[in-house]
């Protein structure tokens, strides 16, 4: 009892000392201080794993294109990927954020994407078709609208990306019971909706708070030899571009974070270990600088390119090791620190 009592009375003495620190430094001026104690823990670099639920060209064999008309139609191999994923990440106590394709619902079995759910990941709008939300005429929506135009006869583009959005909300919303997390554009933009002001302002008025719709240009050139210094450093200095920012009507993008999986493995060719090289890199300059890195990927590419998991692995080992300033987070997350 003593020594409680002698406990209790050390700690409100501590309080009280710590009080009067406190006043002291207001009166001379030293008030930051307090603001800065609050701004560090707010500045803790947030590192994101994101998944895009949908089928992409050229895997799992260089050649296949269908999948632009069926971009839902995900493999076997493809769905076991992303819920392992989960189950891994799970397991290091992360979460990873999923966007997902509308028409993967049209599938007989969804339980692969109930058991993501239910661990608790969340799971984002990435349109019904894969749609291209800055599209100006019905053609340039969708490959499946131009093979299949009487789907959306009559139709404006701005009405066929309105519905295509408001159809994945239903479709997962109805068939698994999921609601939709976030938004993200098809295809990444460099200027994001900047120059999409009537997308933006339909976002908003569905409910959307945040978008994930900006990609920044950036190097990928691959030779012989590799990947040179030039390119990472590149990819590096273009994180910078893909911090989060509010459009004039208020809706706040989280861009994604170069380098994606598509760009290096589909486009130019990279290896893995190259490819993880700039994700680390990458992720560094953001536990560095306080910063976001929005990593993108699509389990339909990281099944055949990184098959063990080892670019995830990394980026939740990073965090691990650099916990006091850096933190494992779903974009929400994000969104949530950029609210005023
Ligand atoms: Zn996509």
Avoid at 102 to 112: F, K, N, P, T
Avoid at 308 to 319: N, P, Q, S, W
Wanted: net charge neutral; with cysteine.
């Amino acid at each position: 009892m003593k020594l409680a009592n002698e406990s209790k009375t050390t700690d409100i003495q501590m309080i009280r000392n710590r009080r009067q620190f406190l006043l002291q430094a207001t009166a001379i001026g030293a008030s930051p201080l307090l603001a800065n104690a609050q701004l560090d823990d707010k500045k803790k670099a947030q590192i994101v794993i994101t998944y895009d639920l949908e089928m992409s060209r050229h895997y799992p064999k260089r050649g296949m294109t269908e999948w632009d008309y069926q971009k839902g139609n995900l493999d076997d191999a493809t769905k076991e990927y992303s819920l392992e994923s989960a189950k891994r990440i799970s397991d290091l106590g992360g979460k990873i954020h999923y966007f997902c394709v509308g028409r993967v619902l049209e599938q007989s079995d969804i339980s692969w994407l109930t058991d993501i759910n239910e661990l608790g990941h969340p799971i984002g709008n990435h349109t019904y078709d894969h749609v291209n939300v800055t599209a100006k005429t019905a053609a340039q929506t969708q490959f499946r609208f131009q093979r299949s135009p009487w789907l959306v006869q009559g139709k404006t583009a701005f009405e066929i990306i309105l519905e295509n959005i408001r159809l994945a909300e239903i479709a997962l919303q109805e068939r698994a019971g999921i609601k939709c997390n976030g938004f993200r554009t098809p295809g990444g933009f460099y200027k994001g909706l900047q120059d999409s002001p009537e997308i933006r302002k339909l976002l908003m008025a569905l409910g959307y708070e945040w978008i994930s719709g900006k990609y920044p240009p950036h190097q990928s050139e691959r030779g012989d030899d590799g990947v040179k210094e030039s390119v990472y450093e590149n990819i590096v200095a273009a994180q910078k571009n893909a911090q989060p920012f509010r459009y004039d009507n208020d809706l706040l993008e989280i861009p994604m974070s170069p380098i994606s999986d598509v760009t290096a493995f589909r486009s130019k060719f990279w290896q893995l270990d190259e490819f993880k090289h700039a994700i680390k890199r990458s992720v560094m300059w953001a536990i560095e600088t306080g910063g976001v890195f929005d990593f993108l990927c699509h389990p339909s590419c990281m099944v055949i390119e990184d098959p063990k998991f080892e670019t995830i692995l990394m980026m939740a080992d990073l965090v691990k090791q650099h916990s006091d300033r850096a933190e494992l987070v779903t974009l929400d997350k994000v969104a949530d620190r950029y609210k005023s």
